[in-house]
């Protein structure tokens, strides 16, 4: 990166350092802390939508709907979500390729799926295989945002399936009472009054995203926890910067990381929480009134 | 006859034509002087430059990706990729579900590498990396056989004492020689059919292409130089 840098073999010391912590890699290594952020941005309000429509779902007079959204939160009960991080992305790949591939085919009579090989046609691959890698590396980071996004949702749909049960029952009363439909109760009643059920909840499941970034790394994405093995292993004389085993410096890296993540978490959740409690017949609520009194 | 050359030209002209398709090579990134990622963050090594070489023979684009040793197989079965090109030995076990070009790298030695000059090797706990051939002969050496995911982590395993010596190919465990007292020990053990690139049965064009370019190097010599290159003057070669 800088011109002193040309010949690492001729620095010591901090300049040595100074070279080495900005190499082409290393500058990936910072890179991929947006990965783990970008990540975050994305999946957590793509989950609270998901978690949204699951929870609503299952509390639908409709029994499909109802089927839907009660089989959805069951399934992170019934599932390791570690299982589904495997599955939801290599499932998705075959299936829109498959799709891709019975429109786009000239010839589709071979087997997609033989010799445990699974075989589409060049035209029929997501992103082609002559796109540049940025493209493969974005699709792949958008199959586990989906993976991160159907996990997180079902947990969300469980916590505000929850918030909505805890609403108690005299206010949705009181509003069928006024004569509003079944859309209107759930619109000014029962939502406005579900999130200070769902906030501590949702909060310990936003900690939990958060801790769970480090799965990219399993689905072969470029993430820090992959960056820091790989800066971190032995590196000898074939490498510009030769340097012994390092991996415990850089994973301590990550744990600050994470700490000061979760630690910035809690105090804005702290803050919503307070926000969101004010005024309402819960433990958090009657507190504030008496605080304020 | 004229026509005949003709007919040969078209045909030449064409297939470069047809060729310039993309190939996507996968390797590992962490197997020095083999693969590795460089301080850059490209792919660089051995590797590297022999399939830069071949795909420019073959008038083919070629980009490089990098994916874990484990699932290397997999992910080339399920198209992620097209080739293999990390370092793989021909084996029997791997030939039932892919296929591989002709070795590009003879049947290189293996060795095992300890910090201790009288590590018990038959006997005692050796660090391999799973799923490669040596981790296979260790299993069926009598020695307790201790996997990890990456060459560096068999490594770390013997600095750090939980393996007494680690066993790996002797060209990637060359560079960690004398570094914390790590030296070679005990006898150098031929495994494999030598490397070749690993390619899914159903591409046989792209095998053809392969061979045909490394027929050519090994021909010319060029590969030998390569492999002296990386590999240092005592490498095995072609002959």
């Known amino acids: 990166m800088f011109e002193s840098c040309s010949d690492p073999s001729a620095l010591h010391g901090l300049s040595w350092m100074l070279c080495y912590l900005t190499t082409g890699k290393h500058l990936l290594f910072y890179g991929s802390f947006g990965i783990v952020l970008i990540l975050l941005a994305i999946t957590a309000p793509v989950a609270l939508i998901f978690g949204f429509g699951g929870a609503l779902a299952a509390r639908s007079a409709l029994w499909p709907f109802k089927l839907i959204g009660r089989g959805y939160i069951a399934m992170v009960r019934g599932v390791p979500d570690i299982i589904f991080f495997l599955f939801v992305p290599i499932a998705m790949d075959q299936g829109l390729e498959f799709l891709k591939s019975r429109a786009v085919c000239e010839d589709t009579s071979a087997p997609v799926w033989s010799n445990n090989e699974f075989h589409v046609c060049a035209a029929a691959k997501i992103p082609l295989g002559s796109s540049p890698q940025l493209y493969h590396e974005i699709y792949g980071f958008a199959l586990a945002v989906i993976a991160f996004s159907v996990v997180y949702g079902a947990f969300a749909a469980n916590v505000l399936y929850g918030a909505m049960q805890a609403v108690p029952r005299a206010q949705l009363e009181t509003a069928e009472a006024y004569g509003m439909t079944r859309a209107q109760v759930n619109r000014r009643v029962l939502i406005p009054q579900m999130w200070a059920y769902a906030i501590p909840g949702l909060s310990n499941l936003w900690m939990i995203l958060i801790k769970a970034t480090p799965l990219l790394f399993l689905l072969g994405i470029e993430d820090i926890v992959y960056w820091a093995r790989e800066l971190g292993a032995t590196k000898s004389q074939i490498y510009a910067f030769p340097h012994p085993d390092w991996r415990l410096y850089y994973f301590l890296v990550l744990l600050v990381f994470y700490l000061l993540m979760t630690k910035l978490s809690e105090i804005v959740l702290a803050k919503i929480n307070r926000r969101i409690a004010f005024g309402q017949a819960t433990a958090a609520g009657e507190a504030l009134r008496k605080a304020g009194a | ?239």
């Open chain 2, 1 to 239: 006859m004229k026509k005949l050359i003709l007919t040969a030209a078209i045909l030449g002209l064409s297939a470069g034509v047809a060729a310039a398709e993309t190939v996507r090579m996968g390797t590992e990134g962490a197997y020095p002087p083999y693969n590795y990622i460089d301080d850059n963050g490209q792919v660089a090594g051995f590797e590297r430059e022999l399939g830069d070489k071949l795909c420019e023979m073959e008038g083919l684009t070629c980009t490089w990706v990098t994916n874990d040793w484990d699932s290397i197989i997999p992910n080339l079965l399920s198209g992620n990729y097209d080739t293999i090109i990390a370092g793989m030995s021909i084996t029997e076990e791997r030939e039932k579900s892919i296929d591989f070009t002709q070795a590009y790298y003879p049947p290189a030695a293996s060795a095992y590498m300890s910090m201790d000059p009288n590590a018990d090797l038959k006997g005692g706990v050796i660090a391999a990396q799973t799923g490669t051939i040596q981790a296979a002969h260790v299993a069926e050496s009598g020695a307790t056989l201790a996997e990890y995911a990456t060459l560096d982590d068999t490594i770390a395993a013997v600095k750090n004492g939980e393996a007494d010596a680690v066993f790996a190919d002797k060209d990637a465990l060359a560079p960690f020689a004398g570094t914390d007292g790590m030296e070679f020990v005990g006898d150098d053990v031929p495994l494999g059919k030598g490397i070749g690139i690993g390619l899914r049965k159903s591409d046989t064009a792209l095998k053809d292409k392969f061979n045909d370019a490394i027929s050519k190097m090994k021909a010319d010599g060029s590969l030998n130089e390569m492999i002296k290159k990386y590999f240092g003057d005592d490498a095995l070669t072609f002959n």
